[in-house]
């Protein structure tokens, strides 16, 4: 495969579940990261990694834990999420440097928490 | 206040017509990046477009070309010949230095609909 993939594309979960997404990037980045984007709302940086290194956490709640093992994973560990975190989470990578124009964006998982 | 602002939340156009989708942004960074994905009903984010704001000539990539207008800080994307497949969300989007990586702030996003 090519490009930024995320799994799984749709997750319904209720509110005391533990569930993971996963993404994953076959483009040779260094940096990835996870955006959410909720109805009516702009996208919102949620984290950042750069090498493996969380280099940016942008005020998330602790029922989000990002996990980067290596610079081609990502996932995005959920725990008694809320109604409201119900949202469309994008993955995207870019070059860490050089001239690192633009993030790739994988397709997202849509996620609704009952 | 935002930093990316797209006043048009919805945009009807008929095919084959040239649209403008607007985009205003506020940054006192004098090196920053702009750039404007579309994001069909698929939900992934697609590249279309890139200015930097050391760049001489307005950007075009094919049918999108960007109007770059530094002093006013708007960076509008126009789109010729409108088609069907055109019908998506569009975000304006900034990147400024910033050490922990090229991260992007994006606008609220414009609908595009494209009229047959």
């Known amino acids: 495969e090519t490009g930024v993939t995320q799994t799984p594309r749709h997750l319904v979960m209720g509110m005391t579940n533990k569930k993971s997404l996963k993404c994953e990037q076959h483009?040779?980045?260094?940096?990835m990261y996870w955006y959410k984007q909720s109805a009516k709302k702009p996208l919102e940086l949620m984290f950042v990694?750069?090498?493996?290194?969380?280099?940016e956490n942008n005020s998330v709640p602790s029922r989000f834990s990002p996990e980067c093992p290596n610079s081609s994973h990502l996932f995005l560990h959920l725990h008694t999420l809320q109604p409201e975190d119900s949202a469309l989470y994008l993955c995207?990578?870019?070059?860490?440097?050089?001239?690192?124009?633009?993030?790739?964006f994988g397709p997202g998982t849509r996620l609704t928490v009952l | 206040a935002q930093k990316i602002t797209q006043t048009q939340p919805g945009m009807f156009v008929q095919e084959k017509e040239a649209v403008t989708l607007d985009c205003t942004y506020d940054?006192?960074?004098?090196?920053?990046?702009l750039f404007w994905y579309k994001q069909p009903s698929s939900g992934e984010m697609i590249f279309l477009i890139y200015?930097?704001?050391?760049?001489?000539q307005n950007a075009t990539e094919g049918r999108y070309s960007l109007n770059f207008q530094k002093a006013r800080k708007s960076a509008n994307l126009v789109i010729s010949a409108s088609q069907l497949g055109d019908s998506a969300m569009y975000f304006c989007a900034m990147r400024e230095p910033n050490n922990a990586g090229n991260m992007l702030t994006f606008g609220g996003g414009t609908r595009l609909m494209v009229k047959p």
């Open positions: 483009l040779g980045h260094n940096a």
């Open positions: 200015q930097g704001s050391y760049d001489q």
């Open positions: 940054t006192s960074d004098p090196s920053y990046g």
């Open positions: 990694y750069n090498f493996k290194e969380q280099t």
């Open positions: 995207a990578s870019s070059p860490r440097d050089g001239r690192a124009h633009e993030q790739f």
